[in-house]
């Protein structure tokens, strides 16, 4: 891409020669195409739910003589307006997200803690997939965080590990330190992520498998999310994949100490 420049002054020195700045604006133009490209995925990804209750609506006033017909188009319905209601909230989030404003409420958090609350939010939808769910690591590790918003990431990543995994299968959230860094890790033994699409399943709206996507509910929004949170916390987001076999997606945060090893030595020994 070729740099775009705005001339910003023209200075003449004593000697008569013109000096002049520029200002590289290839980044600016790169945020507005970005910012473009957004609200032309976003008004896309809504017309489709909007589309379906349009037509619904009119199934349903069609059918009034058949309450059978009447019950199952109100309940996709229902499906079409969840998933509109949910679509905005994620496009909400992801827009505060992305705006510079400076993270609300950091606190020292437990990492067995946030993994805990995620589960707790994804339980039922693992158990109606006959998916165990399995914490391992230590759970003692501390990061400074805004606990909603990790929680949130840790949540949307197990959320997506059960909906790309066959039923009976099992996920493996983990925490473990590395030098300075902790390691939240969700894995899988799903359906796997092909090379190709692997780099680009952060990006807002991509998705590998658009149809499967949407048959669970998906926005794809998720990761995009995770990647935000993960940044805006000072860490990183890495998926590693192989098809067919599963994916683990890890992130990365500074770690901010081991509440085991500051706790006092009597509840250590405990
Ligand atoms: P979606 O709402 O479609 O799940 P995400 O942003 O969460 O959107 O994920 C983007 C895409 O990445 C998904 O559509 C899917 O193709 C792929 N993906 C994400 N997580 C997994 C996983 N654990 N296993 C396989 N594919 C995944």
Do not use: C
Not at 94 to 106: I, K, N, T, Y
Not at 174 to 202: H, N, P, Q
């Amino acid at each position: 891409e070729a740099l775009a420049v705005r001339t910003r002054a023209r200075l003449l020195d004593s000697t008569g020669h013109v000096a002049v700045i520029l200002d590289d604006i290839t980044e600016s133009r790169r945020v507005e195409a970005v910012r473009r490209d957004f609200v032309a995925n976003v008004s896309h990804e809504l017309k489709t739910p909007v589309g379906a209750l349009h037509v619904l609506a009119e199934a349903v006033a069609a059918a009034s003589e058949d309450p059978v017909a009447v019950r199952r188009f109100a309940s996709r319905m229902t499906r079409e307006s969840d998933r509109l209601a949910r679509l905005v909230q994620e496009i909400i989030d992801l827009s505060r997200l992305q705006g510079a404003e400076p993270l609300p409420d950091l606190r020292p958090l437990l990492t067995g803690e946030l993994l805990t609350e995620a589960v707790d939010r994804n339980r039922l939808h693992a158990q109606a997939q006959e998916i165990s769910l399995a914490v391992i690591g230590d759970g003692a590790l501390q990061v400074l965080g805004d606990e909603g918003q990790l929680v949130t990431a840790v949540a949307n990543l197990l959320e997506n590990a059960i909906s790309y995994s066959p039923r009976g299968t099992r996920i493996v959230l983990g925490v473990r330190r590395s030098g300075t860094t902790v390691e939240i890790s969700v894995a899988d033994e799903g359906i796997g992520i092909a090379e190709k699409d692997l780099e680009r399943v952060f990006e807002r709206f991509y998705r590998a498998d658009p149809a499967r996507s949407r048959a669970t509910g998906g926005t794809g929004l998720g990761l995009a999310i995770v990647k935000h949170i993960a940044t805006n916390h000072g860490g990183t987001v890495t998926v590693w994949s192989s098809e067919g076999a599963g994916s683990t997606f890890t992130i990365r945060l500074p770690l901010f100490a081991n509440a085991a090893a500051t706790a006092t030595p009597s509840a250590g020994i405990a």
